[in-house]
């Protein structure tokens, strides 16, 4: 089918600009000598996770929920890479039970003990990873702090029985405020420099810690060294978005994630087109507003994908975008009612949230060759 023909907004992905993005990743981290661990969060979808290597390559979830997803679809080296709390242990007892090989993160004395204690009483055997702050951007333990070694004091477990204590992971969310490629670099070796020094504090207290995991597209994409590193996290890669342009990691057409939304409606006092794609179809997220250019909630294109000047989603409600000229509201072309138009998303993770699947297209044409369904939400299978 074209995809004139789907019912708007829709959900578009360019296969080829995705292949790129993946090809471009790869090669860089290729020669670094770590494994790339690809975040599926950004995509929550089988078919586009097959893309990154298939199920036997391992993979980064942010929810138990996709954990379960993917073990269903063949994959089982599975990093659970957010805090855990003990509430969540049962159903990471029965994604083991079902052959899931599980790692979890935590940063406290308190969820290590309940990790520990539930592991000893469940006859469970669950690799843990400290997570380490490295830039003060979220979560974690600071490579320096004594806190490090309180937590692995509670992690007691083998390399094949208990919660055992099998290194550290960090992200360097701080990497998304960088301002220039010379900072994204800065950070990236800030990222690596943290993380490998808290496993070297915990070898040298006796714990093996092998692995040291870090991570964002940003780092990913501009680190100069990763010496000390054993793999690398990164997701919105796959996709790319206005903000990762906006730090200069990727170009425009690198992007291969957009809305496809219909001209609805004019106000043409005061310069808006009104479309049916609103924050519903694109999300809440304003990541650009703190870019050098703000692309309110997402840059206007043509039904080929080309930017329409400078035209962006200046505002949204719930199920109605409105498109102006970013700085001239009365230069904004009053497109007839029934103009298909294409989004741009700012945070492809956040867009992609807010639909239920994929429709496919392979290169400059409009066919959708395929609709691959997307995963949302939280809660168990």
């Known amino acids: 089918m074209q995809f004139e023909s789907l019912e708007t907004p829709a959900l578009l992905l360019d296969q080829t600009r995705m292949a790129r993005n993946i090809a471009r990743l790869r090669e860089r981290l290729a020669p670094m000598g770590v494994t790339l661990r690809p975040h599926v969060k950004t995509n929550k979808s089988a078919d586009v996770t097959r893309e990154l290597g298939g199920p036997a390559h391992p993979i980064t979830v942010s929810t138990l929920k996709e954990a379960e997803y993917f073990l269903a679809h063949g994959w089982r080296d599975i990093l659970y890479a957010v805090g855990v709390v003990p509430s969540k242990l049962p159903h990471i007892d029965r994604l083991v039970a079902g052959g899931a090989r599980l790692s979890i993160v935590l940063d406290n004395v308190e969820a290590a003990c309940a990790v520990a204690q539930y592991c000893q009483e469940h006859a469970l055997f669950l690799p843990v990873l400290i997570e380490i702050d490295t830039d003060g951007h979220r979560s974690g333990v600071a490579p320096e702090d004594p806190l490090l070694l309180d937590i692995a004091a509670q992690l007691p477990g083998t390399p094949s029985s208990g919660a055992w204590l099998a290194g550290v992971m960090t992200h360097a969310g701080e990497s998304y405020n960088c301002r220039s490629q010379a900072a994204i670099e800065a950070c990236a070796e ?86 049916d794609a609103g924050w519903m179809a694109m999300s809440r997220d304003r990541g650009t507003s703190r870019q050098a250019v703000d692309q309110g909630y997402g840059l206007v294109c043509d039904v080929d994908g080309e930017p329409l000047g400078e035209l962006i989603v200046a505002d949204a409600n719930q199920e109605h975008g409105v498109i102006r000229h970013r700085s001239d509201p009365q230069a904004t072309p009053m497109l007839p009612i029934g103009t298909l138009l294409r989004i741009l998303p700012n945070h492809a993770c956040a867009t992609g949230a807010q639909h239920d699947a994929y429709h496919v297209l392979r290169g400059p044409d409009h066919t959708v060759h395929a609709r691959w369904p997307r995963l949302n939400g939280w809660g168990a299978l």
């Open 190 to 275: 800030q990222e690596r420099a943290g993380a490998v020094r808290a496993a070297a504090r915990l070898r040298e207290a006796g714990y093996e810690a092998p692995v040291v995991s870090v991570g964002s597209t940003p780092t990913a994409h501009f680190a100069r060294s990763l010496e000390g590193v054993t793999e690398v996290r990164a997701g919105v890669y796959v996709f790319f978005d206005l903000v990762m342009h906006g730090l200069g990691v990727c170009a425009l057409d690198d992007i291969a994630l957009s809305v496809l939304c219909t001209v609805i409606g004019h106000q043409r006092e005061k310069g808006w087109l009104i479309t």
